[in-house]
């Protein structure tokens, strides 16, 4: 099991930046992917980005060039940097942590962080 600790939501202005991190607890095995997925109210949940255990990432289309991913291993911590943050940018963050084995993909979730960004 991994307990995931969100922190660094808030309230700012379009324009503005926030840096989301997420720790994830101590555990025996490696988390391969972590990453940061979003839901507005009405919509479903969406990924905002993603980082592999080496570094790799990916970004949903709507913050390419915006946010930026980057992952501590030694801390077992993932960060988003949010730059130039529109209104529809607005909605709970989940940090997520995926553990791949040769059978079984685990998720596991945070319990969200809210991001309000006002125009």
């Known amino acids: 099991q991994v307990q995931l600790v969100e922190s660094g939501g808030g309230l700012v202005q379009a324009g503005g930046s926030l840096r989301l991190s997420c720790a994830a607890s101590?555990?025996?095995?490696?988390?391969?992917?972590m990453g940061w997925y979003r839901q507005a109210p009405g919509k479903q949940r969406e990924l905002v980005a993603t980082?592999?255990?080496?570094?790799?990432?990916n970004y949903g289309d709507s913050v390419k060039g915006r946010f930026t991913i980057s992952r501590d291993n030694a801390k077992n911590t993932v960060y988003l940097q949010m730059n130039s943050l529109k209104p529809e940018d607005t909605g709970v963050y989940y940090c997520n942590a995926r553990r791949v084995t040769q059978f079984n993909i685990y998720d596991y979730w945070g319990q969200g962080t809210q991001v309000t960004v006002s125009s």
């Open positions: 980082i592999s255990y080496v570094g790799s990432t």
């Open positions: 101590r555990t025996t095995f490696s988390i391969n992917n």
